[in-house]
C-alpha cells in the first residue's frame, strides 16, 4: 500500500498546493512518494524530499515534462502506476489536466476535488459549485484522487527522503509546447495567500483595481482576486478568478469590494475564516456570509480603509 | 473538417439547488433544466468554425433521458447540423461517457471534438481528458483561444498564472473555458428550422459501453452553512474589528 503524489512545481520551486495535497495524501493512511516531473527539477525533488512524511521523491528530469504538458506526464505516471494503490494530485490547472486522462488510463473513475478522506477509499467531494456535499466511496481497486488544496493545510518540513531518478516514458508526440504568457508578481499567489482582496464589476474599468484594490493589497501583502463578472468585463486577468470554475480559496481574510455574491463566486471563497463585504447594496447576497459588512460606495470607502490601514493607531 | 460537439443537460446555472432531507441527492423534480454553459460555448466554438469555412459539419451529442433531446435542439438550433441521443436514464460517470463517446467516434470520425471543461452538477472535469485518453488524443483543455490549421491545432488554455499556448495534432479534443466565446441566442427561424434537423437515438447497450457506477454515493449533504454576521457602520469600526476582534490584521 503506497501512495504517489504528484508534485506542483515550476521546476526551481515546489509549489505550496504540493504541501496541501501531501495532507490528503498521507490521510490514505499508507506511505507515501512524491513523483516530481521536470525539467531541471533536481531543486524541486530536493525541497520535496525535505517534506514531513515522504518516504521517497521520484525525479523523471526529461525536456519532455518541463511544462507538464498532459500526453507525456501522464504516459510517466501510468508508466509507474503499477506499485501504487493511489495516485494523487493537488486541483491545479496541472493536476486537473493530468489526472483524468492517467485515470482513463487506467480505466478508474477519478474523484475530483476532495475535500475530506473520510477512510481511504472514501471521500467527501463539492458539487453543485459547493451547495451539496457528496461522501463517495471509490470501488475501483486503484483510487486516481484530486485535492481541492483550500480544505487541507500544508504539510511542514522536517523529512529526509532519498531522490531516486526514474526513466522518462515514451513521449506520445502528439503535442508541443508553444509559449507561455505568465504574470510575474511579488504577490503572493491567489491560492495560498493569507489575505486576499478581490474586486467586483462596480470597479468599473482596470485602472480602478489598480488605483483603489492595489495600493490596499500592497499594505495588506494580500493576494489580489475578482468575480467572474470583472474578469469578463476585462478588469481583472482571467487567474484571479475566484469561484466554481476558476480558483477556489480559504484565506484567513477574504475582502469583498463590489461583489454580489452570486452562488458561482461563493463557491470559491466561503470557507475563508474571515470575510468582509463592501457593497453599496444592502440587500447582496455576499452579506449573507460576511463576517462583516460595510454598505457604502467603494470609491469612497477604499481609500478610508487605506489611509486607516496606513495609520497604525487607527 | 468534421467537428464534434457534445452537450449534457443540468439544472439551469441559476437555480438554487435543494439537497433532499433524507441525503440521497439532489432535488431535480420540476426544477429548471439547460444546456450546461460550457457546453454552449463548445457549440458557439463550432459554428464559428463552420462560419470561417473552417468545419463543414457539426454533429452534438448527448448522453441522458429522453429530454436531452431538447439540448440537443437547443445546440441544433444554434447551428449544429445533425445530433445524436445516446438514451438512458441512468446516472453516467465522466469514465463511461467518455467510453460512450468514443463508441460515437468510431463511428462518426470527427476531426474535431469540442466539449465544456466541466459540468456545472458534478463539477468534475474529466470527461474531455478521458476521452482524449481512450482515443490517444492530445488535448487541449480550458480553452481560452482555438486557432485550427492545417491538420493542427493551437490552443490557448487558462492555467494557474496566466495563459499557456499548445501546439497539438488533430484530430484532438479541446474543452472550453468561460472566456473561449459568448454564446449566441438561437434566433426564432433558427429555432424552427432546428426542429426539422436529423436527430438519431442510440443507447450506451447499442454502442457496447457498461455504465455502471465506479464510485458509490454514500450521502448527499447541505455544506455547514456560514451565518451572516454583523454590519459595521464605518471603516474606523471595520479596521478596529478586524484587529481585535477577528485577529486577522
Same mark, same amino acid.
Given at each position: ?46 525541497a ?8 521517497k ?35 491545479t490547472?496541472?493536476? +486537473? ?13 477519478q ?35 484530486t485535492?481541492r ?11 529526509l ?8 516514458a ?53 493576494a489580489?482576486g ?19 470554475t ?13 461583489i454580489?455574491?452570486?452562488?458561482q463566486?461563493?463557491?470559491?471563497? +466561503?470557507?475563508? +475564516? ?5 457593497? +453599496?447594496d ?15 460606495d ?8 487605506n ?8 | 473538417m468534421?467537428?464534434?460537439v $457534445?452537450?449534457?443537460r ?9 439537497v ?39 454533429v ?31 446516472a ?31 463539477? $468534475? ?16 483543455t ?51 428550422k ?8 442510440? $443507447? ?32 474606523a ?13
Amino acid at each position: 500500500m503506497t501512495t504517489l503524489l504528484i508534485a506542483e512545481h515550476d521546476n526551481a520551486h515546489l509549489k505550496d498546493a504540493t504541501h496541501k495535497a501531501l495532507s490528503a495524501a498521507k490521510a490514505l493512511g499508507a506511505p507515501v512518494h512524491v513523483l516530481v516531473a521536470g525539467a531541471n527539477a533536481r531543486a524541486a525533488a530536493e525541497a520535496a524530499a525535505k517534506l514531513d512524511g515522504v518516504e521517497k521523491v521520484l525525479l523523471a528530469d526529461a525536456p519532455a515534462y518541463e511544462h507538464m504538458l498532459a500526453e507525456p506526464t501522464a504516459a510517466l505516471i501510468v508508466s509507474l502506476a503499477g506499485s501504487y494503490d493511489a495516485l494523487v494530485a493537488p486541483s491545479t490547472s496541472n493536476g +486537473k489536466n493530468i489526472m483524468p486522462r492517467v485515470a482513463a488510463l487506467l480505466d478508474v473513475m477519478q474523484v475530483s476535488d476532495i475535500t475530506k478522506v473520510v477512510s481511504p477509499d472514501t471521500f467527501e467531494r463539492p458539487i453543485y459549485a459547493g451547495n451539496a456535499i457528496q461522501t463517495v466511496q471509490a470501488t475501483d481497486p486503484k483510487k486516481v484522487i484530486t485535492v481541492r488544496t483550500a480544505a487541507f493545510p500544508a504539510a511542514g518540513e522536517g523529512g529526509l527522503a532519498a531522490i531516486e531518478n526514474v526513466n522518462a516514458a515514451a513521449d506520445p508526440q502528439v503535442s508541443s509546447f508553444k509559449g507561455e504568457e505568465i504574470a510575474k508578481s511579488d504577490r503572493p499567489e491567489l491560492t495560498s495567500a493569507r489575505i486576499i482582496i478581490s474586486g467586483g464589476r462596480s470597479l468599473g474599468s482596470a485602472e480602478n483595481f489598480k488605483t483603489y484594490i492595489e495600493p490596499i493589497a500592497d499594505k495588506l501583502g494580500a493576494a489580489m482576486g475578482a468575480s467572474r463578472a470583472a474578469v469578463d468585463a476585462g478588469y481583472a486577468p482571467n487567474d484571479w478568478q475566484v469561484g466554481q470554475t476558476g480558483k477556489v480559496v480559504a484565506p484567513d481574510l477574504y475582502i469583498a469590494v463590489g461583489i454580489s455574491g452570486a452562488i458561482q463566486h461563493l463557491a470559491g471563497m +466561503k470557507d475563508s +475564516k474571515v470575510i468582509v463585504a463592501i457593497n +453599496k447594496d444592502e440587500e447582496a447576497p455576499i452579506f449573507q456570509v460576511a463576517d462583516y459588512g460595510l454598505v457604502g460606495d467603494l470609491f469612497t470607502i477604499l481609500p478610508e480603509l487605506n489611509s486607516a490601514l496606513s495609520n497604525p493607531s487607527a | 473538417m468534421k467537428v464534434l460537439v $457534445s452537450v449534457k443537460r443540468v439544472v439551469d446555472f441559476n437555480v438554487k439547488i435543494r439537497v433532499r432531507p433524507d441525503g440521497s441527492g439532489v432535488e431535480l423534480a420540476n426544477v429548471k433544466m439547460s444546456m450546461n454553459p460550457f457546453d454552449e460555448i463548445a457549440v458557439e466554438e463550432a459554428v464559428r468554425l463552420k462560419e470561417q469555412g473552417k468545419a463543414t459539419e457539426i454533429v452534438a451529442v448527448s448522453i441522458g433521458p429522453q429530454q436531452a433531446g431538447e439540448t440537443i435542439r437547443t445546440a441544433l438550433a444554434m447551428g449544429a447540423d445533425r445530433g445524436l441521443l445516446v438514451k438512458t436514464d441512468a446516472a453516467v460517470e465522466p469514465l463511461a461517457v467518455a467510453k460512450i463517446l468514443k463508441g460515437v467516434i468510431a463511428q462518426e470520425q470527427p476531426d474535431l471534438v469540442i466539449m465544456g471543461k466541466q459540468a456545472i452538477d458534478d463539477d $468534475s472535469n474529466q470527461t474531455g481528458q478521458m476521452l482524449a485518453a481512450l482515443l490517444g488524443w492530445p488535448q487541449g483543455t480550458f480553452a481560452f483561444k482555438v486557432n485550427v490549421g492545417e491538420g493542427a491545432v493551437d490552443v490557448t488554455r487558462e492555467v494557474d498564472g496566466g495563459l499557456q499556448t499548445v501546439g497539438l495534432k488533430l484530430p484532438a479534443i479541446v474543452t472550453t473555458d468561460l472566456r473561449l466565446n459568448e454564446p449566441r441566442y438561437a434566433s426564432l427561424p433558427n429555432i424552427m428550422k432546428a426542429k426539422k434537423k436529423p436527430l438519431d437515438e442510440t $443507447s450506451p447497450e447499442a454502442l457496447g459501453v457498461d455504465v455502471a457506477p465506479r464510485l458509490k454515493v454514500l450521502k448527499t449533504a447541505e455544506p455547514g452553512g456560514r451565518k451572516a454576521g454583523v454590519k459595521v457602520a464605518s471603516v474606523a469600526e471595520l479596521v478596529s474589528k478586524l484587529k481585535t476582534e477577528a485577529g486577522v490584521l
